[in-house]
């Protein structure tokens, strides 16, 4: 079946630093890939999306690219502020309506 | 406008007891989906709704049974509760589009 892994967390940078989560899946075919974000005490909210090979998805000065040769879908941030603390879930779309998640990344920016 | 609302926010029971979570969203969408959230395990579909008058079962099914009562209201409910089904849950909401909408979930604890 379709999976996500999402690299091991949590994720402790510092202010202003430079940032990586990995993400890789498994599916049939090319799903729409997606980023949400879930901070403290909150439901889960897209951060961005892409939807074929090659696409780049960006929002609040987060990017991922669809890569279909390396099955990735990895987020980036050139520079990070105390306010992107939060945990971050890859998703893939399953059929119609269904998005498969991983296990999320924890990530906690100090000042 | 208020989203994705969810009722209780948080709630103890004891191995045994039943209850139902509440769901509502007001926005017009057609496919509502309930989540659990367990550490270290991302979110697993546990049913869906695609439209009014249709249920399907996703990824862990058991233990639980759904109502679509109208096309705002998707309840999920317990019928006798286990420690195994302590957990946060989420419900989500989606329109023509591919994202899903989350509410602030339901913290669970089965003692």
């Known amino acids: 079946g379709n999976s996500v892994t999402q690299m091991e967390g949590p994720v402790t940078l510092s202010e202003e630093a430079f940032l990586t989560i990995n993400c890789t899946y498994t599916a049939t075919g090319y799903p729409s890939l997606f980023w949400y974000v879930q901070y403290p005490g909150e439901g889960l909210q897209l951060l961005l999306k892409?939807?074929?090979?090659?696409d780049k998805g960006s929002n609040k000065g987060f990017e991922a690219t669809y890569r279909k040769e390396t099955t990735s879908f990895h987020l980036e941030k050139g520079s990070v502020q105390v306010s992107d603390s939060a945990v971050y879930f890859c998703?893939?779309?399953?059929?119609?309506?269904?998005?498969?998640f991983g296990q999320g990344t924890r990530l906690t920016i100090n000042p | 406008n208020a989203g994705v609302t969810q009722t209780p926010k948080f709630q103890v029971l004891k191995t045994g007891q039943s209850m139902t979570l509440q769901c509502a969203q007001d926005m017009n969408h057609n496919s509502m989906y309930w989540y659990r959230q367990d550490p270290g395990m991302g979110l697993r579909l546990i049913y869906y709704?695609?439209?009014?008058?249709?249920?399907d079962k996703g990824e862990v099914p058991n233990g639980y049974n759904v109502s679509r009562l109208n096309k705002r209201e998707f309840s999920l409910r317990l019928e006798s509760a286990a420690p195994s089904q302590t957990s946060v849950y989420f419900c989500a909401s989606s329109g023509l589009g591919e994202t899903q909408y989350f509410g602030p979930g339901t913290r669970l604890l089965v003692l």
């Open positions: 709704s695609a439209s009014e008058g249709t249920t």
């Open positions: 892409a939807t074929k090979a090659d």
């Open positions: 998703a893939l779309k399953e059929g119609a309506q269904k998005l498969v």
